[in-house]
Each structure stands twice: as structure tokens, then as C-alpha cells.
């Protein structure tokens, strides 16, 4: 069966690191890759999406993505972290044509000020 | 942007009974809707695909007559927990799409069944 994974479960970062957060997917066909955020007591919101084109792709809030196919990745960057970023992070593959929506496990991430 | 709501935000209930939570597409049509079970502390697990005028398509190992699906317009889904028990404690998320893949989450309903 088609998984997403996210290796990091929980990350604690000070203000001013970097950030990446590791997410694979196992399915040979073609995706569309998404990260969502979701705050404490807030509901999803989408960061970025790859669909086509530029593997690397810009999202809100300073995150970017990159894309690289032969590793089944879509791993989640940002230079510099804020105490504002703390949250839970998703990442999400659909497959070929379908809307349907797998999720990974999450990642919490907690920026100390 | 899109705005998908869900009501009620928290409900609690007695075990037996059922609850109806909503989903409705403020701003835009939605043909279809999502419906989605999130644990503490765990990711969400896809439940079922709810198809405006048609039957609900429902995820293996997801009972459909436990959780009833209708999508009687093109802003309103509903999720009935029908014969709640304990561990269908949970947190329900609905999402609908206007446009292709980018899906907006609702905030969520809260279940608690005691």
C-alpha cells in the first residue's frame, strides 16, 4: 500500500536555525506533494504544493520544498526559524489523478525563543 | 481565500446516541468533500469521500453504516456517528477543494462520547 513517511516525530530547534523536516513517499507513479501546518488549536493550512515544473518550490512563511524524484522525496526547508513556526507539520502525497489525500505522521516542532 | 466550516466545533455525547457534525464550503462549490479522523497526537486517516448527490465512497476498514455520509448540496456534507461508543472519541476534520488538488481544511469537531 501507498505510505507517506516522516522520520522526525519531534524537533526542537532554537530561534534562528535551520530547519528541515524529512518526508518519503512509496509509490511509483505520478504525485502531487503537499506540506500543510497546522498551530495549536488551528486548523490545516497549506504551506506549499509541488505539482509539475521546478522541483524546488516556495511556499508561505519563508518554507520551501524540494522535490527529488529518484529518492521519493519532498523534504521541508527553512533557513531560519522563528518562535512563531512551532507547530505540527504534515507532509501529504495524492497519486496520479486521484483528490484522496495520504498523510505522514506529523512532525511537532517546538522554536525556543 | 477558500473557507471550510465545520459545526459544532466540540460536541459531547452519551454512548448509544448519535451525533451529526457539519461541513459546509462557505465561499465556493464543492462537489466533493473529504472526511477525516485525526488521534491525539497522530496524522489524519482519510475516513471517507463524500459525493454531492451520489453515495459516499468510504475507506477500507471504515464501517459505512456507522459513519453516514450525506452530501445533499453543493456547500453541506454531513458526518452522522451513528451508536456512538468510547472509541469513536476522536477528532473529525472535513476538507473540500475549489480547485484542482489544493484542498481547505475545516477546523475540526471534537468528539467526546462518555
Known amino acids: 500500500a501507498q505510505s507517506v513517511s516522516q522520520h522526525n516525530h519531534h524537533v526542537i530547534l532554537s530561534e534562528a536555525a535551520s530547519l528541515e523536516l524529512g518526508c518519503n513517499y512509496s509509490y511509483g507513479g505520478t504525485v502531487n506533494l503537499f506540506w500543510y501546518v497546522q498551530y495549536p488549536g488551528q486548523h490545516l493550512q497549506l504551506l506549499l504544493k509541488y505539482f509539475s515544473g521546478d522541483p524546488l518550490v516556495k511556499g508561505i512563511k519563508g518554507f520551501e520544498a524540494e522535490f527529488i524524484k529518484s529518492k521519493f522525496s519532498f523534504n521541508l526547508r527553512k533557513p531560519s526559524v522563528q518562535w512563531s513556526d512551532t507547530a505540527e507539520y504534515f507532509c501529504a502525497v495524492s497519486m496520479d489523478s486521484s483528490y484522496k489525500l495520504i498523510f505522514g505522521s506529523g512532525t511537532r516542532l517546538l522554536v525556543r525563543p | 481565500g477558500a473557507v471550510v466550516s465545520q459545526h459544532p466545533s466540540w460536541v459531547i455525547c452519551k454512548s448509544g446516541t448519535s451525533v451529526k457534525i457539519e461541513c459546509r464550503s462557505l465561499?465556493?462549490?464543492?462537489?466533493?468533500m473529504f472526511w477525516y479522523r485525526q488521534f491525539p497526537k497522530q496524522s489524519l486517516m482519510l475516513m471517507a469521500t463524500s459525493n454531492e448527490g451520489s453515495k459516499a465512497t468510504y475507506e477500507q476498514g471504515v464501517e459505512k453504516d456507522k459513519f453516514l455520509i450525506n452530501h445533499a448540496s453543493l456547500t453541506l456534507s454531513t458526518l452522522t456517528v451513528t451508536s456512538a461508543h468510547p472509541e469513536d472519541s476522536s477528532f473529525y476534520i472535513c476538507?473540500?477543494?475549489?480547485?484542482?488538488?489544493?484542498?481547505?481544511f475545516g477546523p475540526g469537531t471534537r468528539l467526546t462520547v462518555t
Open positions: 476538507s473540500a477543494y475549489p480547485s484542482s488538488y489544493e484542498q481547505y
Open positions: 465561499d465556493f462549490q464543492a462537489t466533493t
